[in-house]
Every structure is written in C-alpha cells, then in structure tokens.
C-alpha cells in the first residue's frame, strides 16, 4: 500500500475520501450475537427453529465448606449455606418486537487493575413463557473465574435447538490475588456444584426437562469439573489432595461416599472444551478417567499454554477408556477456544483481550466449529439422530485432507454431502475445513 501511495498519490487521496464520507453516512457496523453464526460456518452451527427464553435462579447449597475462609492458623473450615445464581436457556413462546437480553458481567482485570465489566446482546427474551415438555438438559460450567455471559454463543444457541440449557455462577475466587490453598477452592467446589444444580432443577423444572437425557459442558476448569462429575474418580493419593483447606477435597475422591455425591445420574453425554485437571498433577490418577462412560466430546488448541495438550486433553482421551469418544483439535490453536468474541469493553488491554480471542484462529469462527460438532454429538447421543453420526465419523482424521469434486454448478457456499467419493468433512464448504484433526475411539480402545 505505501507504493501504491507513492506511485498513485491522486487516487488513493481519492479513494479515502469517498472512504471516509462512506463511512461517516452509514450508521456503526453493529455485530451480530455470538449465538447467530455466520456465513461462512459449518452447517449444523446455525439456530434451531426455536425461540428463546432467559431466567435465572438462586439455589442454596447448605452447609458447604467455606474454602475461603479456612482458619491460616488451625487450617479449620467453617460450614455455610453456598449460593449458587443459575442462567437457564428453554424453548419459549415469544411476543413480536420483546426486548432482547443483554447480559452484563466482568472479568478480573490485569493486577492491580479492578475488574473490568462488559456487555454482551443476546437473542433471548427475559422470563419468555416456555413451550415443549421434556426437553434434555445441558448443564453448562464456565472456565476459572468467569461467568456464563461469555458463553452464550454456547447457551443460546443450544436453546434454539430444543434443550434446556443451565450455566452455573460458581464465583471463584481472583486466582491472581489469594493464596495457593483458596486458588484451589474450585477443585472441590466445581463437582459439587454440578452434582447440586442438576439434582435442584430436576424437581425445579418439572416436566420441562428430561430427568433421564442430560449432557454436561464445560471450559478449562468447568471441563475439569464436568469429568469429575461425569464419573472420573479423583485420585484419593494424588497430589492435589492436599491443596484444599481442611482435607476437604479427599471427601469426593475414589472410594469415599462423597464420590457418589458428586455424580451426576442421567448423563448422556459429556462435552469438556480445553479441560484442565491433566499433568504432573492429574486430578485423577492413572485410571480414574476409567470411570467415565457417558460418550465424550474433547475439543483441545494443541498449543495450550494454560492446561496444556498432550497431558490434557490428548491425553484424557487415551485414558477414557470406558466409552465412545471423539477428540477435535485445532491445530496452533491456545487455551481461548470457548468464549465469545471479545465485547466492546474488553478491546482496550491484551489482557482482556486474551480472555476472549485466540492469536491466531477468529473467535466467531472457532466457536462456529465448536457449535457445529456439538449439535450433532448432542442430537445424536441425547435424541438418537442417527444421521447426525455421518458428521462426527469423519472420512479422513486431518481436516486439510478432505476434497470434494463438486458438480458444475454448485454454489461456492454449498456444504458438502459427504458420502462415497467425498472426503471433505460433510457439512462443511469448500476451503473452509482447515486447521483441525477429528479422532474417534470406541469402548474398549
């Protein structure tokens, strides 16, 4: 562009200024909803037929440890009643022209900075009557520190799609500020708290949902928490036993009464997005991971520098030997893979930044992809449709791979079928399946 300038001054004065007085007549480019996919996204990412509707609950949890407040002298841990607020997403009947949510939250800034608050617009309408009976279930269980507002890309999206969609606030503590043993809290705290709001909403939402057809989803520590509370056993010897004040965290380990506590009944499928729990530390153990056999979703960047990747999710999947699961990794991909586009807010700092986008891949993009597999894993495992396998068994393990000789004719944005002759990952277009690798396991492998 500088030659250009030097060669062409002229034009390119002119070229700005219709530019800029373009710019200045239209109104501000205003992005779509994170739960909206684009254009240029794999098929199942779009909405469901469904409208949707917002609520949101207060659970009380009584007599939990308060792992915040654990005695520094005497290590004590006094009891109290935890309160959980819970975001449910439902299929809903909704009036023409009904607001829309816009949901607001923060995230901890870059110490000493406060945190930093932003706004997210949605497509769901506050306390929107509810249609449908016994939809499935999704328990949803953000990443370390933040809020289910960075998710609805996830949320809303699913609900559109006919489930019942539920994201916990844990309310963690700043991991940049407090000690070691209260950073831990969560690794008690996360199990439990998905063990606790599913059974509550079993009996607090009647026949909207089905007791007996849940998923579970979760992001770095909310994948930690979803594989412990999908049946890992955590290891009672391991080293991360004695991080939780009190000793509490042994209480739900393999081979106490606490580890049933923590179990979710009815799990269909599990859906863990760049989980943590793996490494030197392995929360479960050799074998614990054994113990998980609803089918399983891992979604992983093989450059994560937070949990990692071959002792995270790649590994995990080698340990899951007790059920089906598949494993999609996008290849130079870091640990923000499930988070909406950075809001407006967030922009000012790469701090902030770093929260919500990956270096290198668009986040609107990733989360697409990410959408895309867990509709069919979820309408297959959740709802038996079958045909929705032909778009998890991929043709050819590395995406780059795939080909389709389309007929003359075919629009540029056409999905591909898949079938005989066809390598390019069915529901996806034309040089747009770059960059990922889809392996599957069956029980037993």
Known sequence: MARMKSLYPSAVAALAAVMSSTAMAEAPFAPLPPSVPGIDTPQLAALGPDKVGFRRLQLVNKAQPDLLAADPKTG????????????????????????????????????????????????????????????????????????????????????????????????????????????????????????????????????????????LIG?????????????????????????????????????????????????????????????????????????????LLLIAGDADPVVGYDHAAKAFFASTVGTDRYLLTYRTAGHSIALNPVPREMRGSLWDIDWFEDPIWRQDRINAINLHFITAFLAFNLRGERDKLAYLDVPVETSDDGAWDAPAGTPWGAYSPGGTGVTLWKGFQRRHAQGMLLRHAAAGE
Do not use: C
């Open 219 to 295: 992001y770095s520590q909310g994948g930690y928490g979803v594989l412990t509370a999908g049946g890992a056993r955590l290891d009672p010897d391991g080293p991360n036993m004695a991080l939780v004040a009190g000793g509490w965290l042994k209480t739900i380990a393999q081979g106490t009464a606490g580890a049933a506590q923590i179990t979710v009944p009815g799990i269909k499928a599990i859906v863990a997005l760049a989980p943590g729990g793996g490494g030197e530390r392995s929360a479960w153990g050799k074998n614990g991971l054994a113990g998980i056999t609803a089918p």
């Open 76 to 215: 004590v841990v006094p009891l109290h009643n935890r309160k959980l607020v819970v975001d449910i997403w439902y299929p809903a009947k909704v009036r023409a022209r009904a607001a829309q949510v816009t949901y607001r939250a923060s995230l901890w800034g870059e110490t000493p900075r406060p945190p930093v608050s932003f706004s997210q617009a949605g497509i769901a309408v506050r306390n929107a009557t509810p249609v449908g009976r016994k939809h499935p279930m999704v328990i949803v269980s953000h990443g370390y520190s933040n809020a289910p507002a960075v998710m609805t890309w996830l949320t809303e999206n699913l609900a559109s799609k006919g489930y019942v969609v539920a994201a916990i606030h844990h309310e963690d503590p700043n991991p940049y500020t407090v000690s070691e043993d209260r950073r831990a809290a969560p690794n008690y705290n996360r199990p439990r708290d998905i063990a606790f709001v599913a059974a509550q909403l079993r009996a607090a939402l009647g026949t909207q949902v089905d007791p007996e057809r849940v998923a």
